[in-house]
């Protein structure tokens, strides 16, 4: 009797110790694809909201997305205005993440690219870039326009390290900051501003020199692809390989925990935090510079386009990863040149995108959250 009771007792021993309960070996292959399939699913619904919307407008729908095709990939110049416009939304989506790492949220991304193209622009037009030798003549510009992002973003970062002011703040008052120096700078000849002829001279700089303009990839196509793509390529791998294995992603890692722990275990965080936010924002700076030496190669107020802001956005949807940073970069760069495109062939406006890019930040987010509730069970 005593032998034939112990077999029952030891039979759960023997579960408990190996393989997990059956209830849970039953559901954890089933949690992987509903990870997977959540985020893709709320950006799908995010995509038909933004149908519906086109739809209540009163134009047809396969004209809408025949035109916001055509904006996309209609022509190999549609690919690359879509790829180019991917750019500086993945640096600062990059400076987000990186600054996330430590608990910190830079929101000032729109101000950090109007630094970039500010210094990038005076670098280029009055600083003698243009007389510098081979490639300095462009990576002079473009070095100025990150050192002034960085400085930018340095300051939110010595404002929270010393003072304690919260940097979403900071970030986003000195948005505004830098978005009144770039009017300032092209308002005034004794700045950036062109010599002005007439009265008709619009309040906008000289075109930079030829020398410093970004090299194209492909010479001779007539192809605006600049090297622009191979930087925030680079900026990728170098940003993902530090946060995930190197050791400034751990100790960044560590101060946005717990900053009491850190300290005490030695590591300097007012030097972290500013350091973050100084990276960040360099990275915003570097967007600007390639927007000037890349794209626009002047500087005019507005040039930023809010694409400091959509940057933002990539940065949040990324959730701390390089690689969905590039990937989320190039379907928002997508949505610029297809939503511009349906603007000006379909008569859908604009505001119709930004609703769109709207509904799919709530959903990504509402997406993650069911995903984190999920795994905690």
Same mark, same amino acid.
């Given at each position: 009797m005593t032998a034939d009771a112990a077999v029952p007792d030891a039979a759960p021993a023997a579960v408990s110790d190996g393989a997990p309960a059956p209830g849970r070996a039953a559901r954890r292959p089933l949690r992987l694809p509903v990870e997977r399939l959540l985020p893709i699913a709320a950006l799908a619904g995010a995509l038909g909201i933004g149908l519906l919307l086109v739809r209540a407008t009163g134009v047809p729908v396969r004209d809408a997305l025949s035109a916001f095709w055509e904006g996309i990939a209609g022509s190999s110049f549609a690919v690359v205005g879509s790829v180019t416009r991917a750019v500086p939304l993945g640096l600062v989506g990059l400076g987000y993440i990186l600054a996330e790492r430590a608990n910190l949220t830079n929101v000032g991304g729109e101000g950090q690219i109007c630094l970039g193209g500010i210094f990038a622009a005076a670098a280029s037009l009055s600083w003698g870039a243009a007389k510098l030798p081979g490639p300095l003549a462009f990576l002079f510009p473009l070095a100025v326009g990150t050192l002034a992002g960085g400085a930018w973003g340095a300051i939110a970062g010595v404002l929270k390290a010393r003072r304690g002011s919260n940097e979403v703040i900071t970030t986003l008052l000195l948005t505004f900051v830098a978005m009144q120096m770039v009017y300032g700078s092209v308002q005034s000849v004794h700045l950036l501003r062109q010599p002005m002829t007439d009265s008709a001279t619009l309040p906008e700089s000289l075109e930079i020199p030829a020398a410093t303009q970004l090299p194209v990839l492909i010479k001779g196509s007539g192809l605006p692809l600049h090297i622009g793509i191979v930087i925030v390529v680079l900026a990728a791998v170098v940003v993902g390989v530090c946060l995930a294995r190197g050791a400034v992603g751990l100790r960044l890692r560590a101060v946005g925990q717990n900053q009491t722990a850190a300290r005490r275990a030695g590591l300097p965080v007012e030097r972290l935090v500013i350091g973050a936010l100084a990276a960040s924002g360099a &990275?915003?700076?570097?967007?600007? !510079?390639?927007?000037?030496?890349?794209?626009?190669?002047?500087?005019?107020?507005?040039? =930023?386009? @809010?694409?400091?802001?959509?940057?933002?956005?990539?940065? &949040?949807?990324?959730?701390?990863? !390089?690689?969905?940073?590039?990937?989320?970069?190039?379907?928002?760069?997508?949505?610029? =040149?297809? @939503?511009?495109?349906?603007?000006?062939?379909?008569?859908?406006?604009s505001a119709v995108v930004v609703v769109c890019q709207g509904v799919m930040v709530v959903s990504m987010a509402t997406a993650a959250a069911l995903v984190r509730r999920r795994g905690a069970r």
């Open positions: &990275l915003g700076g570097l967007a600007g !510079a390639i927007m000037v030496q890349g794209d626009q190669h002047y500087l005019t107020s507005g040039f =930023s386009s @809010g694409f400091g802001f959509d940057g933002l956005v990539v940065g &949040l949807l990324a959730r701390g990863s !390089a690689t969905a940073t590039v990937a989320f970069a190039l379907l928002f760069g997508c949505l610029r =040149s297809g @939503g511009m495109s349906m603007e000006m062939s379909a008569a859908v406006p």
